[in-house]
């Protein structure tokens, strides 16, 4: 196992338009959580699943954004009709009571 | 919720002498806290935890004290390198398997 995989790295967008990540966390781990970070800034909080059941969601995730985990493996998270606030690294982790956090590289989005 | 804020917000220092972050937690619920290292298109790679049943803890040249009455914690990093030049966050959790909050991050130059 390699680690926290994110897929892309980097997504550029027209605002309006829709765009899809993915998470794949270390196989063992059953928790997995996204996070979204700004220039300067720590990351911030987003979601929180464990196995297939989102158990947490912060306000920072408006209508527009969606996740998903729907066989407890792999990760998407959506964000509907793109706003240039948006643009920022959106990092997946994942965790399981022996590890702690382990975070992927990111997915850097320009919203342009 | 929880609110972690973290001095000083860069930091530069000679090759070999020591760097100290600090950071302070509000939620006394919070018992685990984590340091990450991130370096530059990178996500935020653990370098060292402390929970609140231990005062410190050492790994190598790295060391994290916790005083958990004032809801304080620090990083301390001697003989530093021009390697550790990184950004260095400090985050809380009230469980390593919650959420974590983060401080603002450290911006640490090690000049050689």
């Known amino acids: 196992d390699t680690g926290v995989s994110q897929d892309p790295r980097h997504k550029i967008t027209k605002r309006g338009q829709n765009v899809t990540f993915r998470c794949d966390p270390i196989?063992?781990?059953?928790?997995l959580y996204w996070y979204r970070q700004t220039l300067g800034q720590g990351p911030e909080f987003l979601t929180y699943?464990?196995?297939?059941?989102?158990?947490?969601k912060s306000r920072l995730l408006s209508d527009r954004f969606s996740a998903e985990r729907p066989k407890g493996s792999f990760s998407t998270l959506e964000i509907q009709r793109t706003e240039q606030g948006d643009s920022a690294m959106y990092l997946c982790a994942s965790s399981s009571l022996r590890d702690g956090y382990t975070f992927g590289s990111g997915t850097r989005l320009t919203v342009v | 919720g929880e609110n972690v804020e973290q001095h000083p917000s860069t930091l530069s220092v000679q090759e070999g002498d020591s760097a100290v972050i600090k950071c302070t937690y509000s939620d006394s619920a919070s018992n685990y806290f984590p340091w990450y290292k991130q370096e530059l298109g990178k996500g935020p790679q653990l370098i060292i935890d402390i929970r609140s049943n231990v005062g410190e803890k050492k790994d190598q040249r790295i060391a994290v004290t916790l005083n958990k009455t004032a809801k304080h914690f620090s990083l301390h990093i001697t003989e530093t390198q021009p390697e550790d030049s990184a950004v260095y966050f400090c985050a809380a959790t009230p469980g390593s398997a919650r959420q974590l909050t983060f401080g603002s991050g450290t911006q640490l130059t090690v000049l050689p």
């Open positions: 196989s063992e781990h059953n928790r």
């Open positions: 699943f464990q196995n297939e059941a989102q158990l947490e």
